[in-house]
């Protein structure tokens, strides 16, 4: 019985160790990346044109969304293929890098 038990509780400690592993080893944390490799995104206050100057054309310009209100300003976004940046009145407000692969684990994609 005690050999029983003794093989059932290396079996429980083997089968904890190897999970561990696979959790470590498994997915990417969107930060993780980002803290491996700082990107180099344009800084905030650029305007279009030096975005597009330094960084070339957007693969894709997405319309402005908001502006009903004065508290909500129109936001514009310009997606390139490893990141997307947001303007306010011509102006960038913000820049994110974009997921690498659909196993990263990071922002999730917008409906629009």
């Known amino acids: 019985m005690e050999r029983f038990s003794r093989s059932l509780v290396l079996t429980a400690v083997l089968l904890a160790s190897t999970a561990a592993v696979q ?18 995104l344009p800084a905030r206050g650029m305007t279009h044109a030096q975005v597009e100057a330094k960084y070339g054309a957007p693969g894709q310009r997405l319309p402005a969304v908001g502006g ?18 947001y303007f306010e009145q011509g102006r960038v407000i913000d820049a994110v890098v974009n997921q690498a692969s659909p196993n990263e684990i990071g922002p999730k994609p917008t409906t629009r």
């Open 23 to 40: 959790a470590a080893t498994g997915d990417t944390l969107l930060i993780q990346r980002i803290q491996q490799k700082p990107a180099n």
């Open 68 to 85: 009903q209100k004065r508290a909500w300003p129109a936001i514009e976004r310009w997606v390139y293929p490893t990141f997307t940046v």
